[in-house]
């Protein structure tokens, strides 16, 4: 797997951000899978550590990260971790969004933008991107394209799982 480096580092525990302002998670609105679709946004995983992730079905490294987020998920969700992957893929393409879930087997939270919206929302570079929020809703770091079992990014997500415990 290709990487391609930190964005971002941890950012200061005192809170303190750059041009004065919290470096709090902004919210997004995406839908569930459902057939009947449900508007999830970030307030439904309040006081929850999380790994926001944005990609799409025509994206191969997003294809290749997957199998290394699912075993993220397998390994913290027991500690109240959750992973939210928002795929922006265009409106007609759910039903291959739900393929491709039953597909790689993933139990975390997917949810659709089918108007990328997020991509305006968040800081989003590319795909895919994901962005690590603190329990109290703060974005802690940043990554595009992991390896999520590797022991520096179990340990990174591990320390934000036991802030605020």
Do not use: K
């Not at 439904?44 to 990609?55: A, E, F, H, M, S």
């Not at 993220?72 to 928002?86: E, S, T």
């Not at 089918?114 to 795909?127: L, N, T, W």
């Amino acid at each position: 797997m290709r990487h391609l480096g930190w964005v971002a580092v941890f950012l200061a525990c005192s809170g303190a951000s750059s041009g004065g302002t919290a470096d709090r998670a902004p919210r997004f609105v995406a839908q569930t899978l459902d057939t009947t679709p449900v508007q999830r946004t970030l307030d439904d995983y309040r006081g929850q550590p999380i790994l926001l992730n944005v990609w799409a079905t025509w994206c191969d490294p997003c294809r290749e990260e997957m199998p290394s987020m699912e075993a993220l998920y397998q390994r913290f969700q027991d500690r109240g971790f959750r992973i939210v992957a928002v795929s922006i893929d265009s409106p007609d393409q759910a039903g291959l969004v739900r393929e491709f879930v039953a597909e790689h087997r993933l139990t975390f939270d997917i949810l659709h933008d089918p108007e990328s919206a997020i991509m305006g929302q968040y800081p989003v570079r590319g795909v895919p991107q994901s962005f690590l929020i603190s329990r109290d809703g703060r974005i802690v770091a940043t990554r595009f394209v992991a390896d999520w079992n590797s022991p520096a990014y179990v340990a990174l997500v591990d320390s934000v799982i036991a802030l605020g415990q």
